[in-house]
C-alpha cells in the first residue's frame, strides 16, 4: 500500500475539488464522490476553497465540506485551502479548524488567503479596504491558535489546545514578494496562484528560501489528459478576469498554465519540469474548468492513476534545492 503524505506536506500530491451547476443535494454528492475516486487512483487528499453567493465553483464554507468529503473518503486528507481569513474573526475561523482536526485526526490541513472578490466581504459586512490589513492582523493570530498557542479565552477551547501535541498543517496564499517573506517568518508553507507566470513563480520560491522557509512550495496546475477541453479554458479565464487585478493578470501565464498530455506519464514529466522551473516542492492538480460535465470530470479523474504514480515517484527523490 502506498503511504500517504500528510495534509498540505511537502512532496503531497493533491486535487482541488470544485463544484459543479445544479442543485446542492446533487453538487454534495458529486463532490463526495470525486473524492473517494480523488484517493482511490492515489492523491495524498484534496482541497477545496472559498466564495460565496453562488459563485460558480465554490463552496461558501470550505471548513464544513472538508467535513462531509472526510467522513466519506476511505483514506486520505482535506484542506480547506485557502479559507478567507478576513471574513470574520480569527478565533471562530480556528475553533472551526481545530475541531474538524479533532473529529479526522492527522487528516485536515488549512491554508489562508485575503480574498478578492468584493461581493464575498458585502455578505459579511466587511469593508474591501479592508481586507489586506485584516488579513495581516490575523494570519498570525490563527497560525498561532493552530498550534496551540493561543491566548486568552480561545486557549480555553479544549480542540485549540489539543493542537499543541497536533499542530494543524498550515500554508498562506501568496502572490507577492512580501507574502512570502511573511510566510516564511510564520514556519508556514505557500501556495501559488494557478495562473503565475513561470518567472514569478521562480522568483516567490527564491524569496521563500532566502527568507528561511523551509515548508511546501505548493504549483498549481491544470491537467488535460487525451486533450484540452475546447474553449472551456478560455471561459474560466474569463471567469477569473471579473474580479482580478490589473497587477495580477500581467503576472499572469499566457499559457494559461494548463498541461495538455497524451497519458499520465507525459502529464507527470511535464509537471516535474514546472516545478523545477519554479522551484516548487509540491503539487496541486486541477481538472475542473466551468461549464465542463461532471461526466467528464470523472472520466479524466479515472485517467490520474499513472499520472499520481509517476509524478509520487519523482517526488520521493526531491533534491536540497527544491
Same mark, same amino acid.
Given at each position: 500500500?502506498?503511504?500517504?503524505?500528510?495534509?498540505?506536506?511537502?512532496?503531497?500530491?493533491?486535487?482541488?475539488?470544485?463544484?459543479?451547476?445544479?442543485? +446542492? *443535494?446533487?453538487? /454534495?454528492?458529486? @463532490? !463526495?464522490?470525486? #473524492?473517494?475516486?480523488?484517493?482511490?487512483?492515489? $492523491? =495524498?487528499?484534496?482541497?477545496?476553497?472559498?466564495?460565496?453567493?453562488?459563485?460558480?465553483?465554490?463552496?461558501?464554507?470550505?471548513?464544513?465540506?472538508?467535513?462531509?468529503?472526510?467522513?466519506?473518503?476511505?483514506?486520505?486528507?482535506?484542506?480547506?485551502?485557502?479559507?478567507?481569513?478576513?471574513?470574520?474573526?480569527?478565533?471562530?475561523?480556528?475553533?472551526?479548524?481545530?475541531?474538524?482536526?479533532?473529529?479526522?485526526?492527522?487528516?485536515?490541513?488549512?491554508?489562508?488567503?485575503?480574498?478578492?472578490?468584493?461581493?464575498?466581504?458585502?455578505?459579511?459586512?466587511?469593508?474591501?479596504?479592508?481586507?489586506?490589513?485584516?488579513?495581516?492582523?490575523?494570519?498570525?493570530?490563527?497560525?498561532?491558535?493552530?498550534?496551540?498557542?493561543?491566548?486568552?479565552?480561545?486557549?480555553?477551547?479544549?480542540?485549540?489546545?489539543?493542537?499543541?501535541?497536533?499542530?494543524?498543517?498550515?500554508?498562506? +496564499? *501568496?502572490?507577492? /514578494?512580501?507574502? @512570502? !517573506?511573511?510566510? #516564511?517568518?510564520?514556519?508556514?508553507?505557500?501556495? $501559488? =496562484?494557478?495562473?503565475?507566470?513561470?518567472?514569478?513563480?521562480?522568483?516567490?520560491?527564491?524569496?521563500?528560501?532566502?527568507?528561511?522557509?523551509?515548508?511546501?512550495?505548493?504549483?498549481?496546475?491544470?491537467?488535460?489528459?487525451?486533450?484540452?477541453?475546447?474553449?472551456?479554458?478560455?471561459?474560466?479565464?474569463?471567469?477569473?478576469?471579473?474580479?482580478?487585478?490589473?497587477?495580477?493578470?500581467?503576472?499572469?501565464?499566457?499559457?494559461?498554465?494548463?498541461?495538455?498530455?497524451?497519458?499520465?506519464?507525459?502529464?507527470?514529466?511535464?509537471?516535474?519540469?514546472?516545478?523545477?522551473?519554479?522551484?516548487?516542492?509540491?503539487?496541486?492538480?486541477?481538472?475542473?474548468?466551468?461549464?465542463?460535465?461532471?461526466?467528464?470530470?470523472?472520466?479524466?479523474?479515472?485517467?490520474?492513476?499513472?499520472?499520481?504514480?509517476?509524478?509520487?515517484?519523482?517526488?520521493?527523490?526531491?533534491?536540497?534545492?527544491?
Amino acid at each position: 500500500m502506498v503511504d500517504i503524505a500528510p495534509p498540505l506536506a511537502k512532496g503531497s500530491v493533491s486535487l482541488r475539488l470544485y463544484p459543479h451547476d445544479g442543485p +446542492a *443535494a446533487e453538487q /454534495l454528492n458529486e @463532490v !463526495r464522490d470525486l #473524492a473517494r475516486r480523488a484517493v482511490e487512483v492515489g $492523491y =495524498d487528499g484534496v482541497l477545496v476553497s472559498e466564495h460565496h453567493a453562488g459563485f460558480p465553483g465554490y463552496f461558501p464554507s470550505p471548513q464544513q465540506m472538508a467535513g462531509f468529503l472526510l467522513a466519506a473518503m476511505p483514506s486520505g486528507w482535506a484542506a480547506p485551502c485557502p479559507l478567507l481569513l478576513p471574513m470574520k474573526p480569527y478565533a471562530l475561523i480556528a475553533e472551526e479548524v481545530a475541531w474538524l482536526a479533532a473529529a479526522f485526526p492527522g487528516r485536515v490541513g488549512a491554508g489562508f488567503a485575503s480574498g478578492a472578490l468584493p461581493v464575498d466581504f458585502e455578505l459579511a459586512e466587511v469593508p474591501f479596504e479592508e481586507i489586506s490589513p485584516r488579513f495581516k492582523q490575523a494570519l498570525p493570530l490563527v497560525v498561532a491558535a493552530l498550534r496551540g498557542e493561543a491566548d486568552g479565552p480561545l486557549a480555553d477551547d479544549r480542540a485549540i489546545a489539543a493542537c499543541a501535541d497536533h499542530p494543524v498543517p498550515m500554508v498562506a +496564499a *501568496a502572490q507577492s /514578494l512580501a507574502a @512570502v !517573506r511573511r510566510a #516564511a517568518g510564520l514556519g508556514l508553507g505557500i501556495l $501559488y =496562484d494557478s495562473l503565475q507566470a513561470t518567472e514569478h513563480v521562480r522568483a516567490l520560491s527564491d524569496a521563500y528560501d532566502e527568507a528561511g522557509g523551509t515548508g511546501p512550495k505548493i504549483l498549481i496546475r491544470r491537467v488535460w489528459i487525451g486533450g484540452p477541453p475546447g474553449e472551456a479554458v478560455d471561459n474560466q479565464l474569463d471567469l477569473y478576469r471579473t474580479y482580478t487585478t490589473e497587477g495580477t493578470m500581467a503576472r499572469w501565464d499566457q499559457g494559461a498554465n494548463t498541461v495538455l498530455a497524451a497519458n499520465g506519464t507525459e502529464a507527470a514529466q511535464q509537471l516535474w519540469a514546472a516545478m523545477e522551473a519554479t522551484g516548487s516542492n509540491t503539487i496541486n492538480i486541477r481538472i475542473h474548468v466551468v461549464g465542463l460535465s461532471p461526466a467528464y470530470i470523472r472520466d479524466q479523474l479515472d485517467l490520474h492513476g499513472e499520472l499520481v504514480e509517476t509524478l509520487r515517484a519523482m517526488l520521493s527523490g526531491l533534491t536540497p534545492s527544491l
